[in-house]
């Protein structure tokens, strides 16, 4: 069976040129993608996976401007990533990511905007390659910068829940996906994380309104001060050192407890950064006097005793 599917890909190599060089054969051109689309949740052969992946690099290198009603399908099939897959899979499925989202990204239709968020946190979150994570993080700040340059983005209907994303919900979606990364088990991708989530904050909040500072508060920023700082009092405080095949670290970040520990602080910082400076906006809006409630000062409290014991050292 696994024969038979590479073959069927081998064959339809050579349909590409074909279906991408008539203007008007949409119903082929999705006769054709549907099928290496619904192939993606049945790949569990690498060797399969690297003939799907082959015919998206072609249809991307030699027609991707013709592309037009088939990039949602491309971008599913690309962001389809199994612990199983082999980091040669994963380095050409984010090749080809990389290209849509910097050559093509003014050209999709705005359904595919939450794909692209979504698929360039999958590579962050996958292990097999640790720069391809990090490269990811930097994926979703050009998603964010490119979503602030969109004034005027249209009402996208999602297909698996049929129902309606706008701008505001797009950055969101990014924040979303930034804090989970902080959170990532790797001290090199929360700290990446932390900063970027932080920085994107800074750059842009000028124009974010009431109900997107809400979000970004309520559902975002204070839980995951909440979670980090759960995820550093659980952390095991065995020295890295002292396991086998480990590389010799600092003392300073020789065990997971401290590791956690610089990501509170990461993120406490970050937090307050975000107060400070956006003081005067922040005061202005109508739930500011929600941040004296409780809720919020057994958020920051936990986290601000830890980073002064912290600093005190």
Request: proline fraction near 3%; charged fraction near 20%; hydrophobic fraction near 40%.
């Amino acid at each position: 069976m696994n024969n038979i599917i590479i073959c069927i890909l081998v064959l339809l190599n050579p349909l590409l040129p074909f279906v991408f060089s008539r203007k008007k054969l949409k119903a082929l051109n999705i006769q054709v993608l549907d099928p290496l689309t619904d192939l993606s949740d049945r790949i569990i052969y690498d060797d399969v996976r690297e003939e799907q992946l082959k015919c998206v690099q072609q249809l991307l290198h030699c027609w991707g401007e013709q592309v037009r009603y088939s990039w949602l399908r491309l971008i599913k099939i690309i962001g389809v990533i199994r612990e199983s897959y082999k980091i040669d899979l994963i380095q050409t499925s984010f090749k080809c990511f990389k290209l849509i989202v910097t050559d093509y990204l003014s050209t999709l239709p705005s359904d595919c905007y939450l794909a692209c968020v979504e698929t360039a946190a999958s590579f962050g979150h996958q292990k097999q390659d640790l720069n391809i994570a990090l490269s990811a993080i930097g994926s979703l700040l050009h998603l964010a910068d490119f979503f602030v340059e969109q004034k005027n983005i249209p009402l996208v209907v999602s297909d698996s829940i049929n129902s309606s994303i706008d701008l505001k919900e797009l950055w969101i979606c990014v924040f979303h996906k930034l804090a989970d990364l902080c959170l990532d088990r790797r001290p090199a991708i929360r700290k990446s994380a932390c900063q970027t989530l932080f920085n994107t904050i800074e750059c842009h909040s000028e124009q974010f309104d009431e109900d997107t500072w809400s979000n970004l508060l309520w559902k975002i920023l204070f839980p995951l001060l909440s979670k980090v700082h759960n995820l550093y009092q659980s952390a095991p405080v065995e020295k890295v050192g002292d396991r086998p095949n480990s590389l010799l670290i600092h003392h300073s970040r020789d065990t997971a407890s401290k590791q956690w520990a610089e990501t509170v602080v990461l993120t406490l910082t970050g937090v307050s950064h975000c107060f400070i400076s956006k003081q005067s906006h922040l005061l202005t809006l109508n739930y500011s006097n929600d941040f004296l409630n409780k809720d919020t000062t057994t958020t920051f409290y936990p986290c601000a005793n830890y980073s002064k014991t912290h600093v005190m050292q």
